[in-house]
């Protein structure tokens, strides 16, 4: 017997008739009390259930007609960040014209399409409501020649061409064929650019000059009379700070003929005429296959 049951049964004994709940339509309950307060608070949330229903129908249909309207037309367009590239060449890139609609402009596509020159390292598209667009660029900043072809940047990339840099005083790399493929001269590009990050770091009082890749690996030219620097296959972090150890252990000495630091811990200063044909040949491909792995492994 549950505890209500109890209850009125006890009240039935005491001579008391059982407690009963109230219908929404007896006399004291909130409906009969107050039917409109009650009919008005249904009423408001019925009217929240349905306005959002009501605004996405409006916002459906009236969307076509919204974004034709001219207020959102492209009128004022600013580029910003260009040094040697042209505004014009940034605006011939984006491709495009006044009067646009804003609201169906492809900002990413728009960014794509300045990207596709070599010289553009980013380009960040941004819009300027009601009726400005906004293109920021940064170009790529060389960190080494490649002979007769164009310029590395940090990260390797390659692109040919770029008269506002020629007049730089930058390291040269050599010895990079045209009869390597795209994938090769990637990976050696990638290697040269470390190294001149390793011999900044380690030589940072020496000017190096040249970077070639030879036949016995890659041997470096550097300014003020140091002779060539054989470096060969892998280790480059290693050997240049062998090698600017040995600089220093040999400060106000002169150092003439060819510095080989092919063998592990160990600098051997060679007469220069033995080296000549060592250095001067060009590179050829089971060199380009150990540059890729001396890329992933020895010069990160």
């Given at each position: 017997m549950t505890a209500r049951n109890r209850t009125d049964?006890?009240?039935?004994?005491?001579?008391?008739?059982?407690?009963?709940?109230?219908?929404?339509?007896?006399?004291?309950?909130?409906?009969?009390?107050?039917?409109?307060?009650?009919?008005?608070r249904w009423g408001w949330r019925c009217f929240w259930l349905l306005a959002p229903c009501g605004l996405a129908a409006v916002l459906l249909v009236g969307w076509p007609y919204f974004t034709e309207l001219g207020l959102f037309r492209l009128h004022d367009l600013t580029v910003e960040g260009v040094?040697?590239?042209?505004?014009?060449?940034?605006?011939?890139?984006?491709?495009?014209?006044?009067?646009?609609?804003?609201?169906?402009?492809?900002?990413?596509?728009?960014?794509?399409?300045?990207?596709?020159?070599?010289?553009?390292?980013?380009?960040?598209?941004?819009?300027?409501w009601p009726s400005g667009l906004l293109l920021q660029i940064k170009e790529r900043e060389p960190v080494a020649r490649i002979l007769g072809r164009g310029f590395l940047d940090g990260r390797g990339f390659f692109w040919e061409g770029g008269s506002r840099w020629a007049h730089l005083d930058l390291p040269l790399v050599t010895g990079v064929?045209?009869?390597?493929?795209?994938?090769?001269?990637?990976?050696?590009?990638?290697?040269?650019?470390?190294?001149?990050?390793?011999?900044?770091?380690?030589?940072?009082?020496?000017?190096?000059?040249?970077?070639?890749?030879?036949?016995e690996g890659l041997v470096l030219y550097f300014e003020g009379g140091l002779g060539p620097?054989?470096?060969?296959?892998?280790?480059?972090?290693?050997?240049l700070e062998l090698l600017s150890r040995f600089l220093r252990s040999r400060s106000g000495k002169e150092v003439a003929g060819v510095l080989d630091l092919r063998w592990k811990g160990r600098v051997i200063a060679r007469p220069a005429a033995d080296t000549v044909s060592m250095v001067s040949e060009k590179i050829h491909f089971p060199f380009a296959v150990a540059a890729l792995d001396m890329d992933t492994r020895e010069y990160g």
């Open positions: 049964r006890g009240r039935a004994r005491s001579g008391r008739s059982p407690r009963r709940l109230a219908s929404p339509t007896a006399a004291g309950s909130p409906w009969t009390q107050n039917p409109e307060g009650q009919l008005r040094r040697g590239l042209k505004e014009g060449r940034v605006l011939e890139l984006a491709a495009l014209e006044k009067g646009e609609n804003l609201l169906r402009l492809d900002l990413r596509e728009v960014e794509k399409r300045i990207e596709a020159d070599p010289r553009v390292a980013r380009a960040h598209v941004r819009i300027r064929t045209e009869g390597l493929g795209k994938r090769e001269r990637s990976g050696l590009f990638k290697v040269a650019v470390r190294l001149l990050r390793g011999a900044k770091l380690y030589l940072s009082h020496l000017r190096l000059s040249e970077l070639s890749f030879g036949p620097v054989l470096l060969g296959y892998g280790r480059g972090a290693e050997k």
